[in-house]
């Protein structure tokens, strides 16, 4: 099944050639809220498709994202009536990841609990927009979240100094990969949208500035193009994660995923909103 949906593209204008885009995130006074961002979307239609049933032809090493079924052995919720267990889900997610990819080291660096229509919803405050208390909401914006130059930097932020001397001497293969669950219910309004790598052209990619107080990192934003080829899971449920790809030192297969979430055409306004949580982790094996 194909559904036409529309996408938030970076717009595609001069001025990046001169100045280059950014977003500040964390709080602004009131006289700097103006310079916050200088980016510019512009909303087009693009088909997606959805791969439900071909779930198994994929695999993130050769298409750059995957769908795997894993319940989760932890329980994470939205909903405060249960438990907060983000940390052990964290050392879970962490400890599958390593063997999945039979790993040296896993390294979970960042989480993002996510609910569709919190949009504004904690404009004012500051530092912790993304935790289970204050979800953060979902993106309609084409990206990728890692440069192929940031990438191996973000990596170095998160390791000790013998880390960095250990694993980016060129003797280990970086990636950086995210692992998207819904959580409480299967997802029917804003799921996540994977463009195949193959089909983004280098001219696509729009560099641009992620600054907080705690680190200045770079992300790519897509321009828009007919020639994407974008696909979905229909009705993923939390027991199943979204397995992609953020960065990869390797110098062959895909470096990267592209993703975005998208309004379902049947959501309506009784249509339950999406939650989900997001796990970014540095997944560090052998090269070659």
Same mark, same amino acid.
């Given at each position: 099944m194909s559904l036409e949906v529309k996408f938030q593209y970076i717009a595609d204008c001069p001025e990046w050639a001169e100045s280059k885009p950014y977003y500040i995130s964390g709080p602004l006074d009131a006289a700097h809220e103006r310079m916050r961002t200088n980016l510019k979307y512009q909303s087009y239609d693009q088909i997606v498709t959805?791969?439900?049933?071909?779930?198994?032809?994929?695999?993130?090493?050769?298409?750059?994202?995957?769908?795997?079924?894993?319940?989760t052995p932890v329980p994470v919720s939205l909903d405060y009536s249960v438990q907060d267990l983000t940390s052990d889900y964290l050392v879970a997610t962490s400890k599958w990841?390593?063997?999945?990819?039979?790993?040296?080291?896993?390294l979970c660096y960042a989480y993002r609990y996510r609910k569709t229509g919190s949009e504004g919803e904690w404009e004012g405050t500051a530092h912790d927009i993304g935790t289970r208390v204050k979800p953060d909401s979902s993106t309609a914006s084409p990206h990728v979240d890692q440069t192929l130059d940031g990438g191996l930097r973000r990596a170095q932020r998160h390791m000790t100094d013998e880390e960095v001397s250990k694993y980016l001497n060129g003797d280990w293969r970086i990636r950086i990969v995210n692992i998207w669950r819904p959580l409480d219910h299967p997802v029917e309004d804003s799921p996540l949208a994977f463009c195949d790598y193959k089909s983004i052209d280098s001219s696509d990619l729009i560099a641009a500035d992620r600054v907080s107080e705690q680190y200045a990192g770079e992300v790519y934003y897509l321009r828009y193009n007919q020639g994407q080829q974008w696909h979905w899971f229909s009705?993923?449920?939390p027991d199943e994660i979204a397995l992609f790809?953020?960065?990869? #030192?390797?110098?062959?297969?895909?470096?990267?995923?592209?993703?975005? #979430?998208?309004?379902?055409?049947?959501?309506?306004?009784?249509?339950?909103?999406?939650?989900?949580?997001?796990?970014? #982790?540095?997944?560090?094996?052998?090269?070659?």
């Open positions: 959805d791969l439900r049933g071909r779930e198994d032809k994929l695999r993130m090493e050769k298409d750059g994202f995957e769908l795997v079924n894993y319940p990841l390593q063997e999945r990819f039979n790993a040296e080291k896993v009705n993923q449920t790809l953020s960065y990869d #030192s390797h110098p062959q297969g895909p470096k990267f995923c592209a993703h975005a #979430s998208f309004k379902h055409p049947d959501a309506t306004g009784d249509t339950i909103k999406r939650h989900s949580v997001e796990v970014r #982790s540095i997944v560090i094996t052998r090269a070659g």
